[in-house]
């Protein structure tokens, strides 16, 4: 879990305002302030969050440690574009890498879509809430085979809103030698003989068929290509 920005006095008045907006002023607010009074602040949220959360991502939990905030995107965890006014609140900010905030978007990520006050528990969300949630009771993380293994239902839904199964895809792509093979059979091995959750020795498994089956067909291949190219 992260801490929550804490507003200034002055920072304040500027969300009060905000509220006070009619409704049809209010959505596409985030980007028509920009460059308005609200930009200093937005700059701060995004700094903020990037220190509480020690630059690494709330959903797929990759660390990446940048100068440039650019690399990094200010997110809305109830998205901002169907409940634009909790868009300052802070529970509902953090940082997110780019990959999981654009596969995230604007999914509904409620219990109950029609929520009009802002939801403060963790009961109240379909995902593992970087404020609410404990993330390692949802998910479990096979950082060898890039595989994020929902352990409860919101972890499976982070998963699939966050679209975190593009890691375990690029891991099964890979370019295959012998010692490819080898070391990430005895990698996956050494993996299932400490796993005791019955779901994950049952992935480790798959996935060790998976790599052995992968890299024998890719050597056929290769060795096929070799000789009749002699």
């Known amino acids: 879990m992260i801490v929550a920005i804490k507003y200034t006095a002055e920072e304040k008045k500027k969300i009060d305002a905000f509220e006070a907006?009619?409704?049809e002023e209010v959505k596409g607010y985030w980007e028509k302030t920009h460059d308005g009074e609200l930009s200093e602040l937005k700059e701060r949220i995004k700094s903020h969050y990037l220190e509480a959360q020690n630059y690494t991502c709330p959903y797929c939990r990759q660390r990446i440690e940048v100068n440039h905030k650019a690399a990094w995107d200010a997110e809305h965890i109830i998205?901002?574009?169907t409940h634009p006014r909790f868009m300052f609140e802070a529970k509902n900010l953090c940082i997110s890498c780019k990959d999981c905030n654009q596969s995230k978007w604007n999914q509904n990520v409620l219990v109950n879509e029609r929520r009009k006050t802002f939801p403060d528990f963790n009961g109240d969300y379909l995902i593992s809430h970087p404020h609410f949630d404990d993330y390692e009771a949802d998910i479990k993380i096979i950082a060898l085979a890039a595989f994020y293994?929902?352990?409860t239902e919101k972890g499976r839904k982070t998963v699939e809103i966050?679209?975190?199964?593009r890691f375990l895809y690029k891991f099964a792509d890979y370019?295959?030698?012998s010692d490819d093979v080898d070391k990430k059979i005895g990698a996956l091995y050494s993996e299932l003989m400490e796993a005791k959750d019955p779901a994950q020795r049952?992935?480790?498994l798959l996935a060790i068929a998976a790599v052995a089956n992968d890299g024998a067909k890719k050597q056929m291949e290769q060795a096929m290509a070799?000789?009749?190219a002699n």
């Open 202 to 204: 049952h992935f480790l």
């Open 21 to 23: 907006l009619p409704d």
């Open 175 to 177: 370019d295959c030698t």
């Open 149 to 151: 293994l929902p352990k």
């Open 79 to 81: 998205p901002k574009d």
């Open 226 to 228: 070799k000789r009749f």
């Open 162 to 165: 966050c679209g975190l199964l």
